[in-house]
């Protein structure tokens, strides 16, 4: 007899009926898989507390350290970023004249870590770091060919570095960049005097150019989207409910919410039904939902706006957020639903030509504003 049987039959004998019995059973056996004693619970209350304290009042050092904890998995720097973002603490992107192999601060920033970048490598980007620090800033692309061999970096690499744009500082065209990779890499071990002493007019051929995806490069070399403030600060201005507090507390609800899709995939349930698992973020921050829609191109939500219908419920004690509907959105469909603007709100936007018209909250009562 199993031990599960032998709970039940022993409840039974005390007039406790299965269902209750089988219930209560697997609330033990749920917590067997994580209970501790009060030594261990009393240790982990100090841990709190201590960490609770560095991030109110050391903030930028704790986050610093925790996305240097987090190097390798991508889904957690990513869901640290948006907490950062909330808080309003800029993280610089990745540039190979000012970041370091690891994230650092400067100038009450945080600076992005090179090796962070997907497949770059920690041990090539201290040898890249430590070249910079003993011979000085790379002038240009080929000066940084020049002093970095493919022994230390490779296509695989440096084609990374070009989609994460981290040689913004010595050449900012990554489509350039992009189209003279294998020309770079002919170079890169070239002992030339001549193509020592040519300036990137010169050393690449301007004439090739290959046009990215600004969006595709950011997940091909972060694995998520870096740049996605302007997104979260513009939901921010048109949820009126705070989702991630309403599905942390489990309450039920039926509304509305407004997310951005940053990750589309189909995945199966283990009774064989299929679903698209959607990661979106508002600004409360990055949550999983799934969709159950066969005949829906899921593709299509990717980087995209959306609006969803979202119904709560608890069911045999799993809380669960199905999506009832969704539409996909345009920024400028999302922006002409919010009723006024600040000015620095256009500022932060980022607000381009074609979204023209807009009222401003001034000091003085509301202003129409068109932009040219």
Known sequence: MSLKDSFIKGASKKSINVKDSEKLFSLIEKFANYGFNKSHAAAYAVITFYTAYLKAHFPLEFYCQLLNNSTNDTDKIFSIMNEISLMKIDIIPPDVNFSSYKFIIKDNKILYSLSAIKGVGIESMKELVSERNINGSFNSIADFNKRLSQSILN??????????????????????????????????????????????????????????????????????????????????????????????????????????????????????????????????????????????????????????????????????????????????????????????????????????????????????????
């Not at 996605?228 to 705070?242: E, G, P, V, Y």
């Not at 349930?269 to 679903?275: D, L, S, V």
Request: without cysteine; negative net charge; charged residues 30%.
């Open 155 to 372: 296509k695989k690499q440096i084609e990374k570095l070009i989609l994460a744009n981290a040689f913004n500082s010595i050449y900012p065209n990554r489509n350039i960049l992009i189209a003279n990779l294998e020309e770079i890499l002919k170079k890169m071990n070239s002992n030339s005097l001549f193509e020592n002493e040519l300036d990137d007019s010169q050393f690449l051929n301007n004439n090739l150019s290959i046009e990215l995806d600004d969006i595709k490069s950011e997940f091909e070399s972060y694995g998520f989207l870096f740049s996605t403030r302007k997104q979260t600060d513009l939901l921010s201005k048109i949820n009126n409910s705070n989702f991630a507090e309403l599905t942390s507390e489990k309450i039920e609800f039926k509304n509305s919410f407004y997310f951005y899709v940053i990750k589309v995939q189909y995945k199966t349930t283990k009774n064989g039904k299929r679903y698209i698992l959607l990661t979106v973020i508002n600004e409360s921050g990055k949550f999983d939902l799934r969709l159950f829609d066969d005949e829906v191109d899921a593709s299509l939500f990717q980087a995209n706006f959306v609006k969803m219908g979202i119904k709560s419920s608890t069911k045999d004690d799993f809380y669960n957020q199905n999506i009832t509907d969704i539409s996909i959105h345009s920024e400028k469909d999302l922006l002409s639903k919010i009723t006024n603007f600040t000015y620095k709100d256009i500022l932060d936007l980022n607000l381009e030509e074609k979204d023209s018209n807009f009222t401003i909250k001034g000091n003085n009562g509301l202003i129409k504003l068109s932009l040219h």
